[in-house]
């Protein structure tokens, strides 16, 4: 503190302390930027790198292609069909999410029996591993054993088992709806912790006014929640987007392409038909791709800061 | 009317509650069912009888321990690794002022949205090239890509929750930064620092991507691709087998949820989905 008291008050930002705490700060940062760079921006700058090669996976040789495989990206039929099944698989399993994570919100805020068992049972399949995840829903869609097209036909919903993973649409909900199951808690942890905040005079003013229920939901709940909805949306967007484990491990992309994203598609390029700099090329034209949810992301959490 | 409101409510959410939870109860039933039974059509729904022996079988004839025991050295190894690093680097970002921070800060949250796909194939070249390929410490590099810009980013939200004066007040007594971060803002952090190793831990845990591509030696594969290649091996699948095996590596996080829950919850509020 001497320092600051002895310095002439020129300008605080170049007294010796301040230095002096800038450099510590940089100090306690660099372990962090030495990781940083070697595993995450080295990394992203080879992918780009990489991207105008061609190298044979097994070999690791190759020569400079130029933009070949952007060209094959562009022209060629895998990225496009590609995109399109990442956009129906990210659209359909978030709008699910988004619909059984606000319902499931709603009625778990509400003053249930065993409140904190029904929360703890719901968040549960958010922290599973994927692994374990698609293992309990193989068995539960294996089509001879499975407890899912028995279920169905206990009910009389079905008079067949369905072949759910083998074959279109079936292969494109079932995975659709795992991902639902595994990743909505997400959405009912979000919107229940908003839920609290919203102050319960807002809801008693509605009342003497005379609003029932659904009109209290549209007037009040949803416009509060409007922020971390956008929010939720955008991060849950960008995660289902670049889903790899789920849809890997369920169908493979199978049947042939139907459910091969974008993700299975740099995975298959890369380690199933050898072909790396072509798979980098794909990698990056699906970051590009992400780099508009991620902008926008990014700008709705520096509004709020 | 005004009492069968809250019931039917009750029921309904139980219902849906049951629903969700469902796939896991039916994991438990499969795994603990004798072989006979499994079988079945239509499927039991309540076991008739159960037993433990698929527990006993995976313990004792299948590789699963040294799966375990390979996950819970690069799970804990990532996490130590992780969060001491993010502890420092959040402090530095929130408590430091000098050329780059907001940039920094940007980056952190770039890469916290970054597919592994795009990271995935220069990771492999770089561990080829080194020679680090099929070990775990291949696999506890590769989890650094997520997990510290994870760890960054929730240490970053708990840290701005401290208020600055205490640690202002405990300079005015005359500590140094540091003497200042070890009495003052650890302390607070703490609960902080629990809850991003939670999830960091359970992260690198349930991991399968890397797992898949830089190990493909089972005697270093970690629980996630050693199961499922216990699955794809079979030439029976043995499902009973398989949900043994799940349950089992569903343990900590079991624990984690019976012991640690409300920390998993508050790493929500600040992991970027405040409202």
Redesign the interface.
């Known amino acids: 503190m001497t320092a600051i008291a002895t310095d002439p008050p020129r300008s605080a930002v170049s007294s010796p302390l301040e230095r002096a705490y800038a450099r510590l700060g940089v100090l306690l940062i660099a372990p962090t930027i030495l990781v940083f760079t070697l595993v995450i921006v080295y990394p992203l700058l080879a992918a780009i790198y990489l991207s105008v090669f061609s190298i044979y996976t097994p070999t690791l040789q190759g020569g400079f292609v130029g933009a070949d495989n952007y060209v094959e990206l562009l022209t060629g039929k895998a990225f496009w069909n590609s995109l399109r099944v990442t956009l129906i698989w990210t659209v359909g399993t978030l709008t699910l999410q988004i619909v059984a994570g606000v319902g499931l919100a709603l009625l778990l805020h509400q003053n249930i029996w065993f409140r904190s068992l029904a929360r703890s049972l719901v968040l549960f399949p958010y922290f599973l591993s994927t692994v374990v995840a698609v293992l309990v829903w193989k068995w539960l869609f294996n089509d001879l054993y499975g407890a899912l097209n028995h279920g169905l036909m206990q009910l009389g919903i079905i008079d067949m088992p369905l072949d759910w993973l083998g074959s279109m649409p079936n292969a494109m909900i079932g995975v659709i709806l795992v991902g639902a199951w595994k990743y909505f808690p997400f959405v009912v942890i979000a919107v229940l912790a908003r839920l609290q905040t919203i102050p319960e005079n807002l809801y008693e003013a509605a009342r003497i006014d005379g609003a029932g229920p659904i009109a209290r939901f549209w007037d009040i709940t949803l416009p509060q929640l409007r922020s971390v909805l956008t929010v939720i949306i955008l991060l849950r967007a960008i995660w289902d987007f670049k889903e790899f484990d789920l849809l890997y491990l369920l169908t493979g992309g199978g049947p042939v392409t139907s459910t091969q994203t974008l993700s299975l598609l740099v995975y298959q390029e890369a380690f199933g038909l050898n072909q790396m700099g072509q798979a980098a090329a794909y990698s990056v034209g699906m970051m590009l791709v992400m780099l508009v949810f991620m902008v926008l992301y990014i700008r709705q959490t520096k509004e709020k800061a | 009317m005004k009492l069968l409101r809250?019931v039917l409510?009750?029921v309904?959410?139980?219902s849906?509650?049951f629903l969700?939870?469902f796939?896991?109860v039916?994991?438990i039933v499969?795994s603990l069912k004798p072989q006979s039974e499994?079988?079945r059509?239509?499927?039991t729904w309540i076991p008739e009888s159960v037993t433990f022996e698929h527990y006993w079988r995976l313990l004792s004839e299948t590789p699963f321990l040294r799966y375990f025991r390979n996950s819970v050295v690069l799970a804990t190894t990532t996490t130590l690794f992780v969060v001491a690093?993010?502890t420092?680097?959040a402090?530095?970002?929130v408590?430091?002022?000098?050329r780059g921070?907001e940039t920094?800060a940007?980056?952190v949250?770039?890469?916290y949205?970054?597919?592994?796909?795009?990271?995935?194939?220069?990771?492999?070249?770089?561990m080829?090239t080194l020679g680090l390929s099929n070990t775990l410490f291949s696999l506890i590099?590769?989890h650094?890509?997520f997990a510290?810009?994870y760890a960054?980013w929730l240490l970053r939200s708990f840290m701005e929750g401290i208020p600055e004066d205490l640690e202002n007040a405990a300079?005015?007594d005359?500590a140094t930064?540091?003497g200042a971060f070890r009495d003052v803002i650890f302390p607070q952090l703490l609960p902080g620092i629990i809850s991003t190793a939670l999830f960091t831990f359970?992260l690198s845990?349930?991991e399968?991507?890397y797992a898949l591509?830089l190990v493909n030696s089972d005697a270093v594969a970690p629980?996630?691709t050693g199961?499922?290649s216990m699955?794809i091996s079979a030439f029976n699948i043995e499902?009973s087998l398989?949900?043994a095996?799940?349950v089992m590596?569903?343990l900590p996080?079991i624990v984690?949820?019976a012991f640690l829950?409300s920390y998993?919850?508050s790493g929500?509020?600040a992991g970027?989905?405040?409202?």
């Open positions: 809250p409510l009750n309904f959410t139980w849906l509650v969700i939870a796939p896991l039916w994991m499969t499994l079988f059509i239509p499927p690093l993010g420092l680097g402090y530095s970002l408590r430091f002022t000098y921070r920094l940007l980056l949250l770039f890469t949205l970054l597919p592994s796909v795009v990271l995935i194939i220069p990771l492999y070249l770089m080829v590099l590769a650094t890509t510290l810009p960054l300079l005015v005359g930064r540091i359970i845990w349930n399968y991507l591509v629980l996630t199961v499922m699955l499902w398989l949900m095996a799940s590596m569903s996080l984690v949820f829950q998993l919850t929500f509020g970027g989905v405040k409202g």
